[in-house]
């Protein structure tokens, strides 16, 4: 972790950048001093054109993604890996912003909606980094053994006696032919003891797995099924109790929404003030041939209209008018004498 981390990635991030824009100038023709004399100083967009092509994101999230998975996957075997990536991102987020500044051109702003398939495979892994440290704290170490033994061996309900109760009995006579081990002063011994839950020598089952081992086997799948569940309902927890979107953005675009519909009815409004000032001037022009009934003041509007609707024509069919639309209202305004007030100048626009 902390050779590719902290070396690799951070040294090859400054120098290949730098090893191009080196080649990249010795490849380009020397000017004469004449040249050098009558040139002009280069512009920015020149000097900018000259660094390094912006190759995309993909070295970048991979660079992460490995380091996710080395602090994820095997914390339990190595706790300080935290701490160490920690400082790799407190030096890396300096050699990025001079990488990006200095060395590479400006890259194209693209618009996203998240980081696509990245997401999928953190979320995997950071699945999969439960199951894994499960097993690793379960299998190898004490833990589960000494559990095991504390509350099923123990006569005093101590760890007393925890070692002798994890090592079996190997009768030295057992041994094959040539593999015994050679020593000048193991005197008389005749029996050995071996870190493993197996049956004695004089037993029926020689050299077979014992109950203790069977017993904490199961612990240890227990204690993995019971790890797993017990991180993912905290995770599901932690996700509940932390929104995706802040409480203020929430907020802010209620505010937002709010100011967008009070400007849709003021609009809305505006729309009916016009039209009722049409069919009013309409009306002053033309009192014979649109006259109005007792009943009704205005046109009966149609159901897509803005406009409240009205009592029905008693003697006439029920006439409709959609406020968006102006176009039957063109023709005899058009004709009309134009005066200056705020009316027609409204019209006229």
């Keep these: 972790m902390l050779g590719k ?9 400054i ?23 009558e040139e002009k100083t280069p512009l920015q967009w020149n000097l900018d054109y000259a660094l390094a092509p912006f190759e995309g994101l993909t070295p970048e999230y991979m660079e992460m993604i490995i380091q996710f998975g080395f602090v994820s996957l095997f914390v339990a075997s190595f706790p300080l890996a935290p701490l160490f990536a920690l400082l790799n991102n407190v030096i890396e987020i300096r050699l990025d912003a001079k990488k990006f500044v200095t060395e590479l051109r400006r890259p194209v702003a693209a618009r996203a909606k998240d980081i696509g398939i990245w997401y999928n495979i953190l979320s995997g892994m950071g699945k999969l980094s439960v199951i894994i440290n499960a097993f690793v704290i379960s299998f190898t170490s004490d833990f589960i053994p000494r559990l095991v033994y504390q509350y099923m061996y123990s006569p005093s309900g101590t760890m007393h006696g925890f070692i002798d ?9 057992n041994f ?7 020593s000048s002063d193991h005197g008389d011994v005749t029996v050995c003891r071996y870190k493993d839950y197996r049956e004695p020598p004089w037993s029926s089952d020689a050299y077979q797995f014992s109950k203790q081992y069977w017993c904490v086997l199961s612990a240890r799948l227990a204690f993995v099924i ?11 927890i932690v996700a509940w109790v932390i929104p995706d979107v802040p409480k203020t953005i929430v907020e802010q ?15 809305e409004k505006e729309k009916f003030q016009l039209i009722q000032s049409l069919f009013v001037k309409d009306a002053t022009l033309h009192p014979k041939s649109q006259s109005p009934s007792a009943g009704q003041a ?19 069919p029920r006439a409709r008018c959609r406020a968006a639309s102006f176009s039957q209202f ?15 100048k409204h019209t006229a626009v």
């Design 165 to 173: 109760h994890t090592l079996s009995f190997f009768n030295v006579s």
């Design 330 to 344: 063109s023709e005899k305004i058009s004709s009309l004498p134009r005066k200056e007030n705020a009316n027609s």
């Design 15 to 37: 120098g290949i950048p730098k090893l191009k824009k080196l080649i990249r100038a010795l490849k380009e023709k020397e000017p004469t001093q004449k040249q050098k004399d």
């Design 298 to 316: 205005f046109p009966i509007l149609g159901r897509y209209s803005t406009l409240p609707s009205g009592p029905t024509a008693p003697d006439g």
């Design 253 to 267: 675009l209620k505010r937002e929404k709010k100011l967008l519909v009070n400007l849709f009815l003021q609009e």
């Design 5 to 13: 981390q902290l070396i690799q990635n951070n040294i090859f991030e």
């Design 176 to 182: 094959r032919p040539g593999t015994a081990p050679h």
């Design 226 to 236: 019971l790890f797993q569940n017990l991180v993912m309902f905290l995770s599901l």
